[in-house]
């Protein structure tokens, strides 16, 4: 919430991937933000698979996955997130460090799919991972 605050335009248009109770979305209420979950807990949230978001491509400037890179298809998910995006858009990930195990093969495997890595910086328990979609991507599958 502090990042987009800070450093995202008023006007960006927010999807909040894995959004749980979709708090970007109750702290930051004036502002667009698209929160989808596989579980609708409340109103903000639209259910369904992070791999098929129901939004048109090209309709996000900035992506958040805030733990919720959990399972083995995560690449799906940020397939899709570069999807949503517009050129130049923002993907941010905070996750559990440990959740995987070499970082370096990770964002690799993002700037395979049309992302550029602009930020890693780690903490003691999570790390924040931030890349902007560069190109094209490819599908995972």
């Known amino acids: 919430v502090a990042w987009l605050q800070r450093e995202v335009p008023r006007d960006a248009v927010v999807g909040d991937f894995g959004c749980g109770e979709a708090r970007l979305a109750a702290q930051l209420p004036d502002r667009t933000v698209h929160s989808f979950d596989l579980v609708a807990i409340n109103e903000r949230v639209t259910p369904c698979n992070l ?12 992506v958040v996955f805030c733990l919720a890179l959990m399972g083995t ?7 899709e997130a570069h999807r949503c995006l517009r050129p ?38 999570f790390v924040e991972l931030r890349f902007r979609k560069a190109r094209a991507g490819r599908r995972t599958g």
């Open 88 to 125: 130049g858009g923002t993907c941010h990930i905070v996750e559990v460090e440990s959740r995987f195990e070499s970082l370096r093969a990770v964002a690799a495997q993002i700037e395979a799919m049309g992302f550029t890595k602009v930020l890693q910086r780690p903490g003691s328990f």
């Open 73 to 79: 298809d995560w690449p799906a998910f940020v397939a």
């Open 51 to 62: 791999a098929d978001v129901p939004l048109p491509d090209g309709s996000l400037d900035v």
